[in-house]
């Protein structure tokens, strides 16, 4: 099982931009899909973005466009770019690993500890 560990989430004005990081402890060069969700206050935990290892990627609707991910295998490392944020991103971030199947369904077993970015003025 590999682990993951998130970081670059922050506090934001309305339109500004960040960078997630999510590293994994091992290679992940065999994992077929890695995955952002994301967790509001009293709302449940929704995929944000995914990339598979042939660089095939999915995106919730309403950051399409403004959300970009990607992966560096090289660097058992996968990127979240985000800009034009609103407030309705405001969320705890997670990162998630495994197959495409278990993955975007949330249903993997391995998760980073979250990263919490909040955007107010």
């Known amino acids: 099982q590999v682990q993951l560990a998130e970081s670059g989430g922050g506090l934001v004005q309305p339109g500004g931009s960040l960078r997630l990081s999510c590293v994994a402890s091992?290679?992940?060069?065999?994992?077929?899909?890695m995955a952002w969700f994301r967790q509001a206050p009293g709302k449940q935990r929704e995929l944000v973005a995914a990339?598979?290892?042939?660089?095939?990627?999915n995106y919730l609707p309403s950051v399409l466009g403004r959300f970009t991910v990607t992966r560096d295998d090289a660097t058992n490392a996968m990127y979240l770019e985000m800009s034009g944020l609103k407030p309705e991103d405001t969320a705890v971030y997670y990162c998630?690993?495994?197959?495409?199947?278990?993955?975007?369904?949330?249903?993997?077993?391995?998760w980073g500890q979250g990263t919490q970015v909040t955007v107010s003025s």
């Open positions: 990339i598979t290892n042939a660089g095939h990627t």
């Open positions: 091992k290679s992940i060069s065999s994992i077929n899909t």
């Open positions: 998630t690993a495994g197959p495409w199947s278990l993955a975007v369904y949330g249903k993997s077993d391995s």
